[in-house]
């Protein structure tokens, strides 16, 4: 990523967060878009391979999901989970191979695991009709985390970019559907923001190599 785009991105991400200790104005769902767009943009300019245009996938319905969950979060609830159910399918495949072994990370699977059944144990009761999507998408956002731990690919920013997203999306739903947290949005925004760039930045490790590696065979 482009020091340009980086710091836009930071500005972007950060005036939408301030944005929303604010009172509601017109417009809102748009500025909430902007940050992941500014992704979209940098990752575009990656050499095209089957990484790049998955991880690019991720990023787009990432955005889809930011519309309906910004635009009408109540009515729209089922599509913005419908759309990050899809951007966790293809970030798992662009984390793709994983390791034929797990390196020691058998406590951090289980950590991971054992997180997930807390949270949902804690929202079933408030799930109602949203039972069986719900549970679909914790279960894939518990692969797509574990994967950014096991991956061939992984570096610390996928890891800590995996964890960012299961956070982001636990509050989404403790306060949606367990109990209300003050200026819940606010510290969502954050971690998912922050999810998205770590990620971006991990992916962004093996594609700068292979660039690296591609000019220095043709010198």
Not at 16 to 36: A, D, E, F, Q, T
Not at 118 to 144: K, R, T
Not at 204 to 209: H, I, N
Request: contains cysteine; glycine residues 8%; aromatic residues 16%.
């Amino acid at each position: 990523m482009s020091p340009r785009i980086k710091l836009l991105f930071i500005f972007a991400a950060t005036l939408y967060c301030i944005s929303i200790l604010l009172p509601p104005y017109p417009g809102h769902w748009l500025v909430k878009m902007l940050p992941v767009a500014l992704l979209i943009f940098a990752v575009s300019r990656w050499p095209a391979d089957k990484t790049q245009k998955l991880f690019l996938t991720g990023l787009v319905f990432s955005v889809f999901g930011d519309f309906f969950l910004g635009y009408d979060s109540n009515n729209w609830f089922i599509f913005g989970l419908g759309a990050f159910f899809i951007a966790h399918i293809a970030y798992i495949l662009a984390l793709m191979p994983v390791a034929k072994s797990n390196g020691g990370k058998t406590y951090a699977i289980l950590a991971y695991l054992a997180g997930g059944g807390l949270v949902l144990s804690l929202l079933l009761p408030g799930l109602g009709e949203l039972l069986i999507p719900v549970i679909a998408y914790i279960s894939i956002l518990l692969v797509m985390a574990i994967c950014a731990l096991l991956s061939e690919k992984s570096n610390a920013w996928m890891v800590i970019g995996g964890l960012s997203f299961v956070a982001s999306d636990a509050l989404i739903g403790l306060n949606k559907f367990y109990l209300t947290i003050p200026q819940a949005q606010f510290f969502i925004m954050i971690s998912y923001y922050f999810a998205q760039y770590a990620l971006l930045q991990g992916f962004a490790g093996p594609q700068t190599s292979r660039v690296e590696l591609k000019e220095a065979r043709a010198e």
